[in-house]
């Protein structure tokens, strides 16, 4: 419904709850039923295509179409992180352009 999301937001749905999000770099999130998801750090610029995007998911299911962000690249060690990168409990996930469902069971 056009609600802005902020660094260190939490998304979380029920038993029955489904969220669609659509960034501005075009990237499209799907997040199923039983999900907490937090986004990191998100930050992009349309101008130069260039930015970072890192989103933690905790539980649940998510099936992501990645955007304009994941075809960063920035140069050298010392710049700020690029692209998209996806925690989880157990793994990080650094993407790059592709389409993917990832899902994270409860312990």
């Known amino acids: 419904t ?10 979380e749905t029920g038993k029955d709850g489904r969220i669609s999000l659509t960034f501005v770099d075009n990237t499209r999130f799907a997040v199923g039923p039983d999900s907490r998801i937090a986004l990191k750090a998100f930050a992009y610029d349309p101008t130069t295509q260039k930015g970072s995007f890192v989103a933690r998911i905790e539980r649940g ?23 998209m990168t996806v925690e989880t409990p157990d793994s990080t996930l650094d993407i790059n352009g592709t389409r993917f469902v990832l899902t994270v069971r409860r312990k």
Do not use: F, H, N, Y
Not at 2 to 11: K, V
């Open 2 to 11: 056009g609600q802005t999301l902020e660094a260190g937001d939490w998304l």
């Open 61 to 83: 299911t998510i099936a992501v179409v990645s955007g304009r962000i994941t075809k960063t690249r920035c140069g050298g060690q010392a710049g700020p992180p690029c692209g």
